[in-house]
């Protein structure tokens, strides 16, 4: 009993940090139908920052790597994804590509292709016992953080006007156009918010692994896509709910493989993923979209 | 010579019933432009014939890749899956005998008995891939767009580690070493060859006439009666049969084969030539092949270090990488359709150099969100070979000449 509470934990911890990365991504494919390769980047940029700014104090650190990572984001906005913006989505895509490569490419020059290492928050490595369960500090400060973020964006979305303004973009980008939503200012909070939301993922993944590549940024985006598919194209708590399935989906088969099939298992999920598309090709949650005639 | 006057033009592709060597003009053109590059590698040091060769194979897969891509619009990311499957199945089947009984001692013991030359092993390759392709379509030919996008990426990620982990067969990551590494520039021109062959007498199938249709626009061609999913199974499964060959030749290029070689890397390269190049035409494969390979050896030569010229350089790790995407991100903005614009290198007839249509806006990376570029001119629309053979057909389509269309839509 205490074992499966024990992998439930887990999975809520490992399906926070998911959830951080989906939404970052989920927030920009719903209003412009992006899907941004290039969020990986982010994350490992946001992972450089935090070795750049580490003699600092932490809570100034978060500060600059946020104000980095989101500087990023925009630039990113700015100089490719504004020229292609209503173009298809896989035109889209391998801008996000391009960029990506370009990215880890600047990197990989400047910061050398060996792993780095990072201490980030090391004050929370201990765990402490609730209720007969051994949860790491880390694990409550992700499981909290994600809460109140995802939160803060449903009050965002609901309550502010340019949160009201990005869901309209996000339901109909032309109308809400035509009905005065000013639509670089609504892509551009869209890339900010994702910034962030990279930012905060890159420290929370810096600080559970403990190690920098140019190339770390690929698994946390492949997660992010598959997460958001598996809940539902184009709807964001969706994508929060896929992330989650899939933290579940993960840890439930790292617990309960048989050893032989053990190796396998990202095979299994990533299989598990092409059959849940198949019989519902747009996600858990998704509602499928009109034919564009 | 009596062609029916179908006035079907389609940037290149002449319809059925045109003469046929203005039909298979692109095919001829491109395998000439891959010979005359080969011919020059050749005399070269080297280096530089190791560089053609793995820029004949990259052709191979890429043009593999382009019979599904190009004509369906389809974005795979998974065609590596086929190149990884006809990789191992020509490391398996061509490694001599004594040395695979050490690597693999595990191995069952008729294949670890095989040994085939290199024909008959990327035969195998190919109808292995085939086979694999039955059950991705299986997997994927349901979904549109994105979520194909995605599954297919799913799709090569679980191949990938199941390749990683299958030690009996495939070593694990340690990978596969003593593959006859034995490749030249000379025998690997005819599998190229012999790859854009396949593909052009696909584009000109009626299959390939309906995948077209239905990538242009897939409700108006299915209310045409075009059974999308069956045009598109036949599509890729011809495309990993040339998949599964060229990887079959990658491995005997590369001679020793991790499953790191057979993944995102190479896929990313692959899209990268293609859509450099042109996606929605062969000519705009082989072409992209052939100048993202220059590019990429030049640049790497460049990010080694030494002396190139006169000029000395120092190492820098990620230069390549950086210029290669810049080239495709400025491809993407810039020139949306591909150094080709989705045009074929061909033999124009008569009458239809002015009246050249614009690339529809359609497909995959194609979009143009700017105004198009002025591009009446491109150079291949002259080729001194217009009017050699089809000197006695000039007329048959005139009718295009003036065709109105596709000027209509500019997009917002």
Known sequence: MSAVAQNLVNALSLGSLYALIALGIALLFSIMGLINFAHGELIMIGGYALVWFAALPFAMTAVLVAAVVIGCGLAMERLAFRSVRGASGETLLMTSFALSLLVQGGVLLFEGANPKSADVLGSLGASVEVAGLSVGKLDFAIIGVTAVLLLGLAWFLRATSLGVQMRAAAEDFRTARALGVRADLVVATAFGVSGAFAAIAAIFLVASTGSLTPGMGLRPVLVGFVAIVLGGLGRLWAAALGAYVLALLTVMLQAYLPGGVAPYQDALVYLGIVMILMFRPHGIAGRPGAVRV | ?412
């Open chain 2, 1 to 412: 010579m009596t062609s029916p006057r179908t006035p079907v033009l389609e940037r290149g592709v002449l319809a059925r019933g045109a003469p046929a060597l203005a039909r298979t003009a692109p095919a001829v053109i491109c395998a000439l432009l891959v010979l005359a590059v080969s011919g020059l590698a050749l005399i070269g040091s080297e280096t530089t014939q190791r560089t053609a060769t793995q820029m004949l194979v990259m052709g191979v897969i890429t043009v593999g890749t382009y019979i599904f891509v190009g004509n369906s619009g389809v974005l795979s990311f998974g065609h590596v899956v086929f190149v990884a499957v006809g990789a191992y199945a020509t490391a398996l089947t061509t490694i001599p005998r004594d040395l695979k009984q050490a690597l693999l001692p595990a191995l069952p013991g008729w294949l670890a008995e095989l040994e085939l030359g290199l024909p008959a092993a990327l035969l195998i390759s190919g109808l292995l891939s085939v086979l694999v392709a039955g059950a991705f379509a299986l997997l994927t030919l349901r979904l549109d767009g994105m979520a194909a996008g995605i599954a297919s990426l799913a799709l090569l990620i679980s191949v990938n580690v199941v390749i990683s982990n299958w030690d009996a067969v495939t070593r694990g990551s340690q990978g596969i070493v003593g593959i006859p590494a034995d490749l030249t520039v000379g025998a690997t021109v005819p599998w190229l060859i012999g790859a854009i062959a396949v593909a052009m007498a696909y584009q000109l199938s009626r299959s390939g006439f309906r995948l077209r249709t239905s990538r242009e626009d897939p409700v108006a061609a299915a209310a045409l009666g075009v059974r999308i999913r069956r045009d598109r199974s036949i599509a890729l499964v011809i495309s990993a049969f040339v998949c599964g060959v060229g990887g079959g030749l990658y491995a005997r290029f590369l001679g020793a084969l991790t499953p790191g070689d057979v993944y995102l890397q190479l896929t990313l390269l692959t899209l990268l030539m293609l859509i450099v190049g042109g996606i929605r035409s062969l000519s705009g494969a082989v072409v992209g092949t052939l100048f993202i390979s220059v590019l990429a050896e030049l640049l790497r030569r460049i990010e080694a270090g030494g002396e190139l010229g006169p000029i000395e350089l120092h190492p820098h790790p990620g230069v390549q990488q950086l210029i290669l995407a810049l080239t495709l991100l400025l491809t993407l903005l810039l020139r949306p359709g591909g150094i080709t614009s989705g045009r074929e290198l061909g033999l124009s007839p008569p009458g239809w150099i002015g009246g050249r249509r614009r690339a529809p806006r359609t497909g995959p990376a194609v979009d143009e969100p700017e105004a198009d570029e002025p591009e009446a001119d491109e150079p291949e629309a002259d080729e001194p070979e217009a009017d050699e053979p089809e000197a006695d057909e000039p007329e048959a389509d005139e009718p295009e000449a003036d065709e109105p269309a596709a000027h209509s839509n500019s997009a917002p």
